[in-house]
């Protein structure tokens, strides 16, 4: 897909760069058009034109077959490119907010520790209070459940207090899914509490009651746990209401 030989070896302008973004992240044209914006920018090979290439995992273009198809030619690519791809994925990862692809770049090119590593800095560089980040946030962690980064229980602890829903639904997925003992005390105290969306509320429930999460008695449930859910001998179970 594509030709990367037909281009000039020159460094390029700023201008030169910014003008060949503008061409790949062109949401309605055809695909051949942002392929030779893509073509011209890698043909370049320079710090400045990767850049621009990865504006490519930020857009969305009106075909999801060509969107993925595309987003998936330039992983394969940028997994050849060795340590200056590497270099720029990792900036990117650090400070964008659509990372899933850029993260699989980065597994073809770091060892298993290395990546680990990375995908811990870029979870850590987002806080739980950060409003501009909560996609990548959910990709982070959904990333570093797929790559089996140790202390993982640890490192999603902080984001069932995420200010955004769908980061603390993730979170709690990965607390499910990998038994997660470090945050049962956490989602004990969570289905007791008012400041959670119903929806929280219910999946923290779901959780406790499948991770058999000890109760405290004497907190009452809030309200939208308690419509599915009762405690019985110190255990969450669902009250089959209905």
Known sequence: ??????????????????????HVKEQYAKPEYRQ???????????????????SRFTAVVQSPHWDEEEKRWL????ATRGDLAKEVLQEFLLKNNEVT????????????????????????????????????????????QEHEVPD??????????????????????????????ATYLRIAQMISEDQHSARVLRQAATAACQLEIPIDLHKPLAPEVA???????????????G
Not at 36 to 54: N, P, V
Not at 75 to 78: A, I, M, R, S, W
Not at 227 to 237: A, R
């Open 1 to 22: 897909m594509g030709f990367l030989g037909l281009f000039g070896k020159d460094k390029p302008s700023e201008k030169a760069i910014a003008k060949q973004v503008t």
């Open 36 to 54: 030779m914006a893509m073509d011209k920018l890698l043909g370049w090979g320079t710090k400045e034109s990767l850049k621009g290439l990865l």
């Open 75 to 78: 992983v394969d690519q940028l």
């Open 101 to 144: 692809h850029a993260i699989q770049a980065l597994s073809r090119l770091c060892s298993k520790e290395e990546l680990n590593t990375i995908l811990c800095q870029a979870l850590w560089a987002r806080s739980p209070e950060d409003y501009r980040s909560s996609q990548s946030k959910i990709e982070l962690i959904v990333a570093l």
């Open 152 to 181: 993982l229980e640890n490192l999603v602890l902080p984001y069932l207090d995420d200010h955004n829903d769908d980061v603390k639904c993730a979170a709690l997925d990965v607390c499910m899914s990998q038994k997660c003992q």
């Open 227 to 241: 419509e599915d859910f009762v405690v019985k001998n110190g255990k969450l179970k669902p009250s089959h209401r």
